[in-house]
Structure formats: C-alpha cells, structure tokens
C-alpha cells in the first residue's frame, strides 16, 4: 500500500526565515511520481513540482528547493527567506505506476508573519 | 484559457436526494479524478479515469458513482447522499504528456448535506 506522511501539522515562521516542509512516503512501486501542491488561503490547489523516481537531482525554482532521497524515502520542499505570500497548506502527493491512484499527505499548514 | 470548471460551487442537500457535481476540462487531458478534503485527512481520491468509458475506485469510492462518457466530462454522482459525504470536493485532470501526472484542480465544490 501507498503512504505519504507529513509530520508536521502546522508550522510558524516569521518573514525571511528559511522552512523545510518534511514529506515520507512508502510504496513498492518501482516508477512512481512525487508532487507537491500548494492550498492558498483562497483555497485553489496549485501544482508546485514533480519528481519521477528515477530522477533524484534535487531542484531549485526561486525561492523553492526540494531535495529528493530515495534512500530515505524523503521528498523535503524548502523555503528560503520566507514571505507572507508563502503561507498556505502544502501537500505532499504520490502517483504510482501509470500515475493514476494519488495518495495526498495530511498537509502542512505554513504560517508566515510578518 | 487551460481550466478545469466545477458546478455548483456550493450546495446545501437533504439526506437522501440525489445530486449531481458537474466537471469538465478544456485541455484533452486523458486521466480525471475526484477528491475530498476533510481537515486533517488531506485529500482522498473517490474515483478516477484512465479515459473515455474507464473509470477506476479511489480510496473512498463508497457512496459515489461517476462516468466517462466524453472525455471532457467527469460528473461525480451521489445517488443518496449522507451527513458524512459533507465535504470539500475537487475534480482534476491530467495527462500523461510532457507534463506527466501533473494535476490541473477545479476550484471546489463545497457540499453540505443536513
């Protein structure tokens, strides 16, 4: 069975500070896909990046960075110099082979003050 | 405009009356999907479709039917409808081009039933 664990409930930072969101997940699949999404207050779900399993570069967008293990079984988004705009609920998701069935975490609820 | 629409955006039902979300996207996407979101559970897919005329259960697929007879439309079905479907209902599609299994979200259908 597939599994994604975000430990963190809710996390609090104030504006600049750096935040890493921690996402752990489980599946025997051999291919499988790793996403985050963002939930902003407005309530629309953005698609932030993907992950594919045989591709384990970490990647850098701006202010994001995300750092994949597949020793770990880790999918870590961090951001750097945090802004009030960053506040939001982030999810962690898991697409198995063929990208069909998604398994979404719990969510981390990030806020940001100024 | 690249968009995934869902009506109505808010209902109020009655146990027991049949009721019908709508969700249709712009973008020839093959794969759709239907989730809840319950505080504190994240999202949990009900069902989902590989294309026109296949349909597969999520992880909560009890008290739902969907079809797939267009491959723009994906409607979500609650033939008798229950307090504990009262949820926060998304539609999604994606496809399994160069933006693989990337999920495209409908803003929302928030479901109340008393």
């Known amino acids: 069975a597939q599994k994604v664990t975000q430990a963190q409930t809710e996390i609090s930072v104030v504006e600049k500070e750096d935040v890493t969101l921690d996402c752990v997940y489980e599946?025997?699949?051999?291919?499988?896909?790793l996403f985050w999404y963002k939930q902003p207050p407005s309530g629309e779900l953005v698609f932030l990046i993907r992950?594919?399993?045989?591709?384990?570069q970490n990647e850098i967008s701006g202010r994001y960075s995300w750092n994949f293990q597949k020793s770990t079984s880790s999918f870590n988004f961090t951001i750097t110099a945090s802004q009030v705009v960053d506040s939001a609920v982030y999810f962690c998701?898991?697409?198995?082979?063929?990208?069909?069935?998604?398994?979404f975490g719990a969510g981390t609820r990030l806020f940001v003050k100024a | 405009e690249a968009q995934v629409t869902q009506n109505p955006r808010y209902l109020i039902t009655v146990t027991g009356k049949k009721l019908t979300v709508t969700c249709s996207q712009n973008?020839?996407?093959?794969?759709m999907s239907w989730y809840r979101q319950d505080p504190g559970l994240g999202l949990r897919q009900i069902y989902y479709?590989?294309?026109?005329?296949?349909?597969d259960k999520g992880d909560v697929p009890e008290g739902y039917k969907v079809s797939r007879k267009e491959k723009r439309n994906f409607p979500l079905i609650l033939e008798s409808p229950s307090p504990n479907q009262t949820s926060l209902y998304f539609c999604?599609?994606?496809?399994?081009?160069?933006?693989?299994?990337?999920?495209?979200f409908g803003p929302g259908t928030r479901l109340t039933v008393t």
């Open positions: 999604a599609s994606s496809s399994s081009g160069s933006n693989s299994y990337e999920q495209y």
């Open positions: 599946t025997r699949d051999t291919t499988y896909y």
């Open positions: 992950r594919n399993s045989f591709d384990e």
């Open positions: 998701a898991l697409s198995g082979t063929g990208g069909f069935k998604t398994i």
């Open positions: 973008m020839n996407h093959e794969y």
């Open positions: 479709s590989m294309n026109v005329e296949v349909t």
